[in-house]
C-alpha cells in the first residue's frame, strides 16, 4: 500500500465518522456536541491526510448532513462554525495551552472566530433565511440586544472546549503515525544529520564552570 492510499484511508475514516456525529446531530434530540467531534475527525483528515483531503472531508460531510437535516440551525452551525474551525485548528495548532503567550493567543483567536461565526450563523437563521430556531433559546434572546448575548454565552461555553480539544489532539495524533513519502523521509533524514552535525554546548554547573566528564577526567589524571 502507498503513502497516498494509506493517507486517503485515514482520509475516508476521518470522513465516515464524521459524517456518523452529523447524522446523530440530525436524527436525535443532542446538542452540537457530535458537530464539534465531526470539527475533531476534520482536522485529523487534514493532519494525517493532508489539506486537500480534510476540506473534502469537510465538503462530504456538508453535503450529507443537509441531506439529512435540511436547512436548519444545526447545519448552518456546521456550516460556518465547526466544519472551518477544524480547519483552522490545523494552523493554529502550535499554539496550544502548555505556555502562557501561545495560550493566549490562541484563546483570543477562538473567541474571536467563535464571536464572529455565531453571530453570522444568528443573522442568517433569523432575518435572511427566517430558518426555524431548531433549538430552545431563553426569552431574553427575543429582547433587545438578547443575540449579542446569547452569543456571549455560546463563545464562553466553547472556548473551554478548545483546550479539550488541543489535549485530546495531541493524545490522538500520537497514536496515529504520520504517513511520510520517500521526499518527505530524506529531507528528514536532512534535518536529523544536520543536528547531529552541530556543537552541542557544554554542560555548566550552577557556578558557571563546565562540567568535565569523566573520560576527561581520567585523561587528566593520568
Known amino acids: ?36 467531534l465531526a470539527a475533531f475527525c476534520i482536522f485529523l483528515a487534514c493532519k494525517r491526510g493532508s489539506l486537500a483531503y480534510g476540506i473534502l472531508c469537510a465538503v462530504a ?6 441531506l439529512m437535516s435540511g436547512l436548519t440551525v444545526k447545519w448552518l452551525m456546521f456550516v460556518l462554525v465547526f466544519a472551518p474551525y477544524g480547519i483552522m485548528c ?8 502548555a505556555k502562557v503567550r501561545p495560550g493566549v493567543l490562541r484563546a483570543a483567536a477562538v473567541i474571536a472566530y467563535y464571536g464572529i461565526t455565531i453571530g453570522i450563523v444568528l443573522l442568517i437563521a433569523n432575518n ?5 430556531m431548531d433549538i430552545s433559546l431563553p426569552e431574553w434572546v427575543n429582547m433587545w440586544g438578547g443575540y449579542i448575548l446569547f452569543d456571549l454565552v455560546a463563545v464562553l461555553i466553547l ?9 485530546l489532539s495531541a493524545a490522538v495524533l500520537k497514536k496515529i503515525p504520520m504517513r511520510l513519502g520517500k521526499k518527505e523521509l530524506l529531507e528528514k533524514k536532512k534535518e536529523t544529520e544536520q543536528a547531529d ?3 552541542k554546548d557544554p554542560e555548566v554547573d550552577i557556578f558557571g564552570y563546565e562540567i568535565k566528564k569523566n573520560d576527561e577526567k581520567s585523561d587528566n589524571n593520568d
Open 1 to 36: 500500500m502507498t503513502v497516498q492510499t494509506k493517507k486517503l484511508t485515514t482520509a475516508a475514516v476521518c470522513t465516515a465518522l464524521a459524517v456518523m456525529m452529523c447524522a446523530a446531530t440530525a436524527y436525535l434530540p443532542l446538542s452540537f456536541m457530535p458537530l464539534y
Open 61 to 66: 460531510s456538508i453535503g450529507l448532513m443537509f
Open 90 to 97: 490545523v494552523f493554529i495548532e502550535k499554539l496550544n495551552y
Open 128 to 132: 435572511v433565511l427566517t430558518v426555524n
Open 159 to 167: 472556548v473551554p472546549l478548545d483546550f479539550i480539544f488541543c489535549v
Open 197 to 199: 552535525e552541530k556543537p
